[in-house]
């Protein structure tokens, strides 16, 4: 049984057939040879607006098919796995969310309109050469004129800022500056005058070579009032607003990067004889694939739980997201480079192995960790937030704990509908809340309570009691970062020493850690069937709280070596049934698939 919210990628996957095979569309082949020549994948681009891909960027009250931020990131990973270049250049596309967020409503019937009828694709013009990340240090100016504004300046790297035909463009409108002197625009390149802007020539890049990656210069370019999103001054806030969307959204391109790279990686370890054996028998290769799939598994319950929690809980925002695109893509960065060593040489080559594709993700996938705000921005926003979310974990009020459960429990429960998405009600900062972190003692209580249920076949009464044992430590690890950060001195703007940044990654190993409890406690029984009993048995579980905790406790018991082998056989099982290396293991496209079905389009294909 697939979840409802996962038809969707395994429709696309079967469209888009076994990227294994050299005559499918965006083969490991193919997509190496547009990367080695430098193209743009103009047809592949084409073919995901034939197929209709992009109504499900645009909400459904705006005319599209957009339902949940789960069933984004599960498609997102189904292109992600065959190329990330694709992926990512189709994925701009996300940036609509500006106009869905803030946009008014000619704004958004004419970007919907765009989107569906003309295939027009966007791109985002915020940084520039001389000042990156500070967006308030922003020298390109927005000068207001008789029904419109003047631009003047140059963005730069912009990824498709010459294949596009939107940009949104944050400019600075007030001469003096500041977090309200900024403001953003959604600029139709078609309707400018062609003398009064021009493009950058393409980078040359270590990653997604084929990449549009250039940039957007404008000299006293005329844009009507109607392009501006929001009031004058808001565009800093929408910038960030928009960031929280997107940084989530990120991660999906690292989940598919890294199943790829694990995949590849078998596909070399099962066959590969050395001295007798093959290399998957082989303890060292065998334990260091169970610790990256372990991984793995961490980073789905920390992307799927955020990817719901945006439509539950959309004003923790700021701190869920920063916690996501922080952790997921550094995590399987790291992944990607301990599988290498089991793929060994083969790694660093460039058509030798599945045409080298083991090679190429590795490249692309570095650039990941810095779209929209770099590891060390995301740990900065977490840093800022992090006394008053200590200081509300200890002001906690009883009376509200039942509606974090039900939060916790809407998040986390995949087969639990989500509310609609309310970008409204997004938040610069989460006012000291995070369901996760302030859930734990309510969550762990929970767990307490399934000790006196002996007589459910399901639950295996060591696993659980493992998980409580780990809970309690990472409760311990919570309290004591709460002490020390209300006790220690406040560090004001971009002054934070290193110690506040180790400990801003210390909260999103303890934020993953709950995240991957609350995945098991609310799945375990409801969703035994799409899961599978891997899932539900929780050995996997036990082995992720170990790995995030030994981090903090060197010295943590190691669990039962069976949990390993059952975790690696899992694995195995997954890559030979061509399925997702994720806690939702889906159906992906066989190398035996006979049936052509790759010019069907997405309202064609029916949900099995």
Same mark, same amino acid.
């Given at each position: 049984m ?6 969707l ?7 888009l ?7 499918s ?21 084409a073919?995901?607006?034939q ?8 909400p459904?009250e705006?005319?599209?098919k ?5 069933e ?20 701009t596309?996300f940036?609509?969310?500006l106009?869905?967020?803030a946009?008014?409503?000619?704004q958004k019937?004419?970007l919907s309109r ?5 295939q027009v694709a966007m791109?985002l013009s ?6 990156g990340?500070d ?14 504004y ?13 294949i596009?035909g939107?940009t949104?463009v ?5 001469v ?8 953003l625009f959604m ?12 493009n950058l020539?393409k980078i040359k ?5 084929a990449?549009?990656?250039s940039?957007?210069g ?9 392009t501006?999103?929001g ?7 929408l910038?960030l ?8 959204l ?5 989940q598919g990067a890294?199943?790829t790279s694990m995949r590849?990686?078998l596909n070399? /370890?099962?066959?590969? $004889? =050395?001295?007798?054996?093959t290399?998957? !028998?082989? +303890?060292?290769?065998?334990r260091t694939l #169970? ?9 789905d319950?920390v ?8 439509h539950?809980?959309?004003?923790q ?9 922080y952790?997921?893509p ?7 480079k301990?599988?290498?060593?089991v793929?060994g040489s083969?790694?660093?080559m460039?058509?030798e192995?599945?045409a ?5 993700m590795l ?6 960790s ?11 926003a977490?840093i800022?937030?992090r006394?008053q979310?200590a ?9 509200k704990?039942? /509606?974090?459960?039900? $939060? =916790? ?5 995949? !087969?639990? +509908?989500v509310p609609?998405?309310?970008? #409204? ?8 809340a995070?369901?996760?972190m ?7 209580a ?7 249920n002996?007589s459910d076949?399901?639950?295996d ?8 044992e780990?809970g309690?430590?990472?409760?311990e690890?919570?309290n004591a970062q709460?002490?020390?950060?209300t006790q ?6 971009h002054?934070?020493?290193f110690e506040s ?7 999103c190993?303890?934020?993953a850690a709950?995240a991957?409890i609350l995945m098991w406690m609310h ?8 899961l599978g009993?891997f ?7 036990v ?10 406790r060197?010295a943590?018991e190691?669990p039962?070596e069976?949990y ?5 056989q899992?694995?195995?099982r ?5 399925k997702m290396?994720?806690i939702?293991p889906f ?6 698939t ?6 069907a389009t997405?309202?064609?294909l029916?949900l099995h």
């Open positions: 697939t979840l409802t919210q996962y038809q990628a395994e429709q696309l996957e079967q469209a057939g076994n990227p294994n095979q050299p005559d569309l965006m083969s490991f082949q193919h997509t190496a040879e547009l990367d080695e020549a430098e193209q743009f994948p103009h047809d592949e681009i073919w995901l607006y197929w209709g891909l992009q109504n499900y960027y645009i459904t705006c005319g599209g957009f339902t949940s931020f789960e984004f990131v599960a498609f997102v990973r189904v292109l992600a796995r065959r190329d990330l270049n694709i992926s990512i250049a189709f994925t596309l940036w609509s969310f106009t869905w967020m946009g008014n409503e000619a019937e004419k765009l989107m569906r009828e003309d791109c915020y940084s520039e050469r001389g000042h990340s967006l308030v240090g922003g020298s390109v100016i927005a000068t207001k004129t008789e029904g419109g003047v631009l003047n300046g140059e963005k730069w790297p912009i990824n498709r800022a010459t596009s939107i949104f944050l400019a600075r409108t007030a003096e500056g500041g977090n309200r002197g900024l403001s600029v139709d390149k078609s309707e400018l005058n062609p003398s009064q802007y021009y020539p890049t270590h990653g997604i070579r990449a549009d990656m940039g957007i404008f000299s006293d370019c005329f844009i009507p009032t109607s501006l999103i009031r004058e001054g808001e565009g800093l806030e910038a607003k928009g960031f929280q969307i997107t940084r989530a990120c991660a999906a391109f690292s890294a199943d590849t990686t070399f /370890a099962v066959n590969r $004889r =050395l001295y007798n054996k290399v998957i !028998d082989m +303890p060292h290769a065998r #169970t610790h990256a799939f372990t991984d793995m598994l961490i980073c319950c992307n799927i739980g955020a990817a719901r929690g945006f539950v809980a959309p004003g925002f700021s701190v869920w997201s920063a916690v996501d695109k952790f997921v550094v995590t399987l960065e790291q992944v990607m301990d599988t290498s060593v793929l083969r790694f660093y460039r058509d192995h599945d080298g594709v083991f090679q190429k490249r692309d996938s570095a650039i990941i810095m779209f929209d705000g770099s590891s060390v921005v995301n740990l900065h977490l800022l937030q006394r979310l200081k509300a974990r200890v002001r906690r009020k009883p009376e704990l039942e /509606a974090l459960k039900a $939060r =916790l429990a809407q998040s986390f429960s995949l !087969d639990q +509908p609609t998405f309310d970008a #409204t009600k997004l938040e610069l900062i989460s006012r000291g995070d369901d996760v302030q859930g734990l003692e309510n969550t762990l929970q767990l307490e309570a399934l000790k006196v002996t076949p399901t639950l009464q060591a696993v659980l009691s493992q998980v409580l780990f309690q430590v990472i409760l690890e919570l709460d002490e020390l950060i220690s001195a406040f560090e004001h703007g002054e934070q020493s940044f180790d400990l801003a990654k210390q909260y190993r303890l934020h709950i991957c799945n375990r029984q409801r969703n035994r069937e799409a009993d899932f539900s048995r929780g050995e996997w579980l082995l992720s709280l170990h790995r995030l905790l030994s981090h903090f060197m943590l190691r039962p069976a390993y082998e059952n975790v690696a899992e694995l195995l997954l890559h030979q049934e061509d290396f994720s939702v159906q992906l496209a066989k190398s035996s006979k049936e052509d079905i790759s010019h997405a309202p064609e029916q």
